[in-house]
């Protein structure tokens, strides 16, 4: 089983007719059609596919053209596909191109996607009329983010044998103080008494022996 880890979509143009046509330019030049963000978490990068979905409405002005669609990530292609459009007004004028692209295994971070559109055929004219629609689903095994949980759940129990390692030393040590301290007080009490009965045996001694002196 797979689960979501991100998805993202844009409709920069919803309907054919709302925008003035804009003439898809020939090659090597490119008009950017849409872009897209997907984000990928650390727990699943390189153990990934982004699914990648595109519609683009077109028209043929001139000729046949040869219109090239690709689909770069991060400024490097990874898709192309292409469409023949003709301009005969007796026959197809208006085409909607819809076409999947999939990125296996990509790295952690936010990517960015783009869909551009390139005129290969010379003498031709093409245009894009919308709509415009492009979208991306990253994907993940279920398992990597299980396996993810069952570490941190480790390392959470760790951590709490730790802390409870170290709390059970702590008070260890605060019971150790304080019976020392309450041992070093009964010694000094005891002292104190011991100095004080002999201190008291002296003086009675001395009385003593003044009295004998005096009969």
Do not use: C, W
């Amino acid at each position: 089983m797979e689960r979501i880890i991100d998805y993202q979509a844009t409709e920069p143009v919803r309907k054919v007719g709302q925008i003035r046509p804009v003439t898809i330019p020939h090659s090597p030049r490119k008009v950017v059609l849409a872009t897209i963000r997907i984000s990928i978490p650390r727990v699943n990068a390189n153990n990934n596919h982004v699914e990648l979905v595109a519609t683009v409405g077109v028209r043929g002005v001139m000729g046949t053209s040869q219109i090239l669609f690709k689909i770069f990530r991060d400024g490097k292609e990874i898709f192309r596909a292409q469409e023949g459009v003709e301009s005969d007004p007796t026959s197809e004028v208006n085409y909607i191109v819809t076409f999947q692209a999939i990125d296996t295994n990509v790295g952690e971070g936010t990517h960015t996607y783009q869909v551009t559109a390139e005129n290969i055929t010379n003498g031709t004219e093409a245009a894009v009329v919308g709509p415009i629609s492009f979208s991306g689903l990253a994907i993940a095994p279920f398992e990597k983010e299980h396996d993810s949980d069952r570490t941190m759940e480790r390392k959470t129990s760790r951590n709490r044998t730790r802390t409870m390692v170290r709390e059970t030393s702590r008070n260890r040590h605060r019971t150790m103080e304080h019976e020392t301290r309450r041992n070093r007080t009964r010694t000094m009490v005891r002292e104190t008494r011991r100095d004080r009965d002999r201190d008291m045996v002296r003086r009675t001694s001395r009385n003593m022996n003044r009295d004998r002196n005096r009969d």
